[in-house]
C-alpha cells in the first residue's frame, strides 16, 4: 500500500487497525477509507457500522480490501456498510482509478446536500449536554442558522446542560471563525466552559482563540467524553465529602436540655453510696437495681426503720 500510494499528491495515513482508529478517523475526516478485512475479527464489521451511526463518518465512503472472493461478503457488503470492494492482490492503476472515482462522487455528494439541506446545524442534546454540529461553511450557512436556533426560550432550556459544537467537517476555520465562535459564547453567560471538537482545526483555536478560560478544545469526542466522565467524579467527590461533613457536624451537635438522666448517674448512685463506711454492702446491690429517679434509697431505709 506505502508503494502504491508513494508520491501522490493526497495526504495518506496508513494505520493497523486498533480502538483509537475510530476516534482518528472521526477528528481527521478523511474522503476515503480503505480497509484491509480478514474475517476474523468481528470488531472489524462493527468499527464499520460504528462509523455509519456516526453522524460526521456515516458518508464517508469506505472500501473493503478482502484477502479472496467471498460470495456472502459480496452480496451483503452494502448493507454491512461498505460502498465498493476490491479482492487482493491489488492493481496500482485500478486501485487509485477507484479512489478517484468514489471520492469524486463522494464530493459532489456533499457539495449537494450544502446547497439543498435546510438545516447546517445539526442539534443533538441527551445525558446533559448539548452538541452542536457544523456541517458546512461557517460563515456562509452556518452562523446565520444559530441566530434561528440560539432564541430566548430555547437558551432557557439549556440553561443547565453542556454546551458543546464539533466543527470537525467544516471545511475552513481561521481567524475570523474564531472571533465569531467567541461572541456566540457570550450568549451561554452562565456557562464556566464552553467545548470545542475542532478535529483538524485545532490549530486555529490555539492560535487565534483569545478567550481561553472560558473555551475548551479537544481533537476528537473521546478526549470529551473523558473530560466529562472526570467532571463528574469529582461533583460525586465533592458531594459525598460535603455529606460526611454535615454527619459530623450532626454528631457533634450537643445534647438537648431535654434530654433524660443518662446510663452513668446509676454509676454515680453506686460511687455515692460505696463512699459511705457505715452502708450495708447489700444495699449496694439494691440500689444498682433502684431508679436514680426515685427516692435515695438511704431515705428509703430510714422510713422502713421508723415505720
Known sequence: MENIFLGLRQRVVITKFSQTVQEYVKSSNPDIILMGLTFKDKKELEFILELRRDVITHNIPILAMIPKEDTNFIANHKKLGFTDYMIKPLAKQALLDRIHSHIEEYKFSESSKTRDNVSFVVVDRGH??????????????????????????????????????????????????????????????????????????MGAFIEHATDDEKMLVFMAPNEFDEYVKMEELKKEEQRKK??????????????????????????????????????????TNEAL??????????????????T
Open 128 to 201: 446533559g449536554r448539548v452538541l452542536f454540529q457544523c456541517r458546512a461553511n461557517l460563515k456562509r450557512y452556518v452562523f446565520p442558522e444559530f441566530k434561528k436556533i440560539f432564541t430566548l426560550n430555547f437558551l432557557k432550556s439549556i440553561h443547565a446542560e453542556r454546551i458543546c459544537f464539533d466543527v470537525r467537517v467544516v471545511p475552513e476555520l481561521g481567524k475570523e471563525e474564531v472571533e465569531v465562535f467567541e461572541r456566540v459564547m457570550k450568549i451561554f453567560q452562565n456557562q464556566d466552559k464552553i467545548i470545542f471538537i475542532a478535529g483538524r482545526h
Open 242 to 283: 460535603e455529606k460526611k461533613e454535615k454527619f459530623a457536624k450532626d454528631t457533634n451537635k450537643e445534647p438537648s436540655q431535654n434530654t433524660t438522666v443518662s446510663p452513668t448517674n446509676l454509676g454515680d448512685v453506686k460511687i455515692e453510696i460505696n463512699s459511705n463506711p457505715d452502708s450495708n454492702p447489700s444495699l
Open 289 to 306: 437495681k433502684t431508679d436514680p429517679m426515685q427516692t435515695n434509697p438511704t431515705e428509703t431505709k430510714s422510713s422502713e426503720e421508723n
